[in-house]
């Protein structure tokens, strides 16, 4: 059955455009080899050695644009059945703006700007529905048979969305609805503290993957070494109690200064995902993210052995995401970002390179100094401030065809602007009569220029 009861939501336009024609995109495609810098202390020169050739049908993918287009791809590149586990946390009906607040100092004063992260602002009940619905078709089509969904949302469209989830799913098809307890404070006073989220899971059919995930009993429950319900004894089983539908033990990031901090607003917990990510996929299993923030669910896969799919139209959610992999030092993965036909460019700001120069070398390696000598953006708020404020980090492709491949990346240990990045480092290279190479610079704004350079090597 469709639907329990045959209940449904209706609304006018509904079943137009499902499956759309292909957009008028064009695409922007590189491939990441994460190999981190945190500092410059590399005197004898970072060894950089030509990356490796990938399958990129293999390779893990970072999508940047409208997820409706990414989905479409997907299918148009046969990705239909292929997608073991599905978790998204769209936007929630809330009309509101999420900004990401960031601390920088300016002449021994700290101050704070807002950087906007992603609008939840639909124009009505009628078109949050409707994209969510569109999107919702297109992800049963792309799970497995052994596949399942984990639906994020609160308060304001749960009940929206589960009745859409009965109908695309099957109501006989839902498996938990998860509810997700945590902390934190409230300024409210008219009503009791909104402190749960939903989690509404189904799966593709009757055969989804299911791993139960278990908890360390209490002391009392260890003590008696058995447990007691309605007067019947069970036996304690070795792995732990058997976890509930509602989590309590996850809390919310709240720390400003927690490591797993990465200043996005929404980000959800590693904890949480590791544990959807353990309950309902094996190692080797591909899982996807179609509203991926800043990107824990990548990171979790990235951990556990998983293939990724991440999808955000957010370029500071990309850039979170990415910088995250980077420190995690992920495995090699592909960005592609979408870009529509008539999408201006905002203006990009102003990045200057010092002089390559090639310091020293040998029959087979040379050593070659590079860096960056200026940044500066049109959004930063100060005048003559110290620039490296203004930068997140900074890539380098030592074999620039016009395609930037990112081969090193100079980043900070964590998320904090007023910490020291390098601008200049030492890199050895295979010996070469001519370099050809490239750096890429991201800021504090989501903005990134690319500088390419060309220099004579080595005779």
Request: hydrophobic content about 35%; proline content about 5%.
């Amino acid at each position: 059955m469709e639907s329990l009861s045959g209940v449904r939501l209706v609304w006018e336009g509904k079943e137009n455009e499902l499956i759309e024609r292909p957009l008028e995109y064009g695409s922007r495609v590189e491939v990441v080899y994460p190999h981190p810098l945190f500092q410059s202390n590399n005197l004898f020169g970072e060894r950089l050695d030509n990356p490796p050739q990938l399958e990129p049908a293999l390779l893990n993918r970072i999508y940047q644009g409208d997820n409706l287009a990414v989905l479409n791809l997907l299918l148009q590149q046969g990705f239909a059945g292929k997608i073991d586990l599905i978790y998204i946390d769209p936007p929630y009906l809330s009309n509101s703006n999420y900004n990401s607040r960031i601390s920088v100092e300016h002449q021994g004063q700290k101050y704070f700007i807002e950087r906007l992260a992603f609008k939840d602002r639909d124009e009505d009940l009628v078109s949050y529905l409707q994209q969510i619905y569109k999107r919702l078709k297109i992800m049963k089509m792309l799970l497995s048979e052994q596949g399942s969904i984990f639906v994020h949302l609160d308060w304001h469209s749960s009940h929206y969305v589960k009745i859409l989830l009965d109908e695309i799913f099957s109501s006989d098809n839902f498996i938990n609805e998860i509810i997700w307890c945590y902390g934190g404070g409230s300024g409210t006073r008219r009503h009791f503290h909104r402190k749960h989220d939903q989690i509404l899971w189904y799966g593709k059919g009757k055969d989804y993957t299911f791993n139960p995930q278990y908890r360390p009993y209490t002391e009392g429950t260890l003590q008696r070494g058995l447990t007691r319900v309605k007067g019947k004894k069970y036996t304690l089983h070795k792995e732990g109690a058997l976890l509930q539908d509602w989590w309590v033990d996850i809390n919310k990031i709240l720390s400003p200064t927690a490591r797993e901090n990465l200043k996005f607003p929404t980000q959800k917990p590693l904890a949480l995902l590791k544990r959807i990510i353990a309950s309902a996929s094996n190692p080797g299993d591909l899982v996807a993210d179609f509203y991926a923030g800043s990107g824990t669910t990548a990171e979790a896969c990235e951990e556990m052995n998983r293939s990724w799919i991440s999808c955000d139209c957010s370029k500071l959610a990309i850039q979170s995401s990415r910088y995250r992999l980077l420190r995690k030092k992920a495995r090699p993965f592909q960005i592609t970002e979408l870009i529509e036909e008539d999408n201006e460019e905002q203006k990009p700001g102003i990045l200057e390179l010092i002089v390559p120069e090639v310091c020293s070398y040998d029959e087979k390696q040379a050593m070659v100094k590079l860096g960056i000598s200026r940044y500066d953006s049109p959004l930063f708020p100060f005048e003559n401030r110290n620039f490296v404020s203004c930068l997140d980090f900074w890539e380098l492709d030592c074999n620039y065809d016009g395609c930037f491949s990112s081969q090193l990346q100079v980043i900070r240990e964590k998320p904090d602007y007023n910490l020291p990045l390098p601008l200049q480092l030492s890199v050895l290279l295979p010996k070469q009569e001519e370099y050809s190479m490239a750096i890429k610079s991201y800021d504090i704004f989501g903005d990134s220029i690319i500088k390419s350079f060309t220099f004579p090597g080595c005779q």
